[in-house]
T-cell receptor, first 116, second 115 residues
């Protein structure tokens, strides 16, 4: 069965600090996809990134970066120089391409608060 | 470019009543998903459609829940004889059907409150 664990329930930082959100996953599939979504106070889930299990290259997009390590089954998300607008709940999700194609399993989210 | 839309955004009902929610996916997306999210939790998968075919249903989807996607476009989720435990945010998402686990784009959700 697939499982996603986000051990950090809440994180609070001061603006301009860097912050890393952890995500650990479990799957039996060899082909799978990992996602990060942002859920601001308005409630709508906003897609941030998608990685497949064959691509372990780290990715950077502006202030966001992602570190995917299959050896530790982790897909961590770092925000550099955080801003107040980054305050939201962040979800990590996993989709197995073979066993449960399309169905996503989400972690319980990490609530990030960035204080001015 | 129109995203996923859901209607209504909020629904308050009394226990025992039936409710129906609608989801309109992104037009070129073949797959449509329903999730339920309660406070402090991540979205939980309920069911999904490939065109008009319902391919998978979660154990969470009791026999009081039914979903349809009659023409492979919009979908409805009906809850019969609502219970207080049904109070949650109901999220709809859509995706292409290739690759097999393509990115799901979510609508704004319907927040259900059962009194």
């Amino acid at each position: 069965a697939q499982k996603v664990t986000q051990a950090q329930t809440e994180i609070s930082v001061v603006e301009k600090e860097d912050v890393t959100l952890d995500c650990v996953y479990e799957t039996r599939d060899t082909t799978y996809y990992l996602f990060w979504y942002k859920q601001p106070p308005s409630g709508e889930l906003v897609f941030l990134i998608r990685r497949n299990s064959f691509d372990e290259q780290n990715e950077i997009s502006g202030r966001y970066s992602w570190n995917f390590q299959k050896s530790t089954s982790s897909f961590n998300f770092t925000i550099t120089a955080s801003q107040v607008v980054d305050s939201a709940v962040y979800f990590c999700a996993l989709s197995e391409a073979l066993t449960n194609a399309g169905k996503s399993t989400f972690g319980d989210g990490t609530t990030l608060t960035v204080k001015p | 470019d129109t995203g996923v839309s859901q209607d209504p955004r909020h629904k308050i009902t009394k226990r025992g009543q039936n409710v129906t929610f609608r989801c309109d996916p992104i037009s070129e997306h073949n797959r449509l998903y329903w999730y339920r999210q309660t406070l402090g939790q991540g979205p939980e998968f309920l069911t999904y459609f490939q065109n008009e075919a319902q391919l998978e249903k979660s154990r969470l989807l009791s026999d009081r829940f039914s979903a349809e996607r009659p023409k492979g476009s919009f979908s409805t989720l009906e809850i019969q004889r609502t219970e207080q435990g049904d109070s949650a945010m109901y999220l709809c998402a859509s995706s292409r059907d290739y690759p097999r686990a393509d990115t799901q784009y979510f609508g704004p959700g319907t927040r259900l409150t059962v009194l």
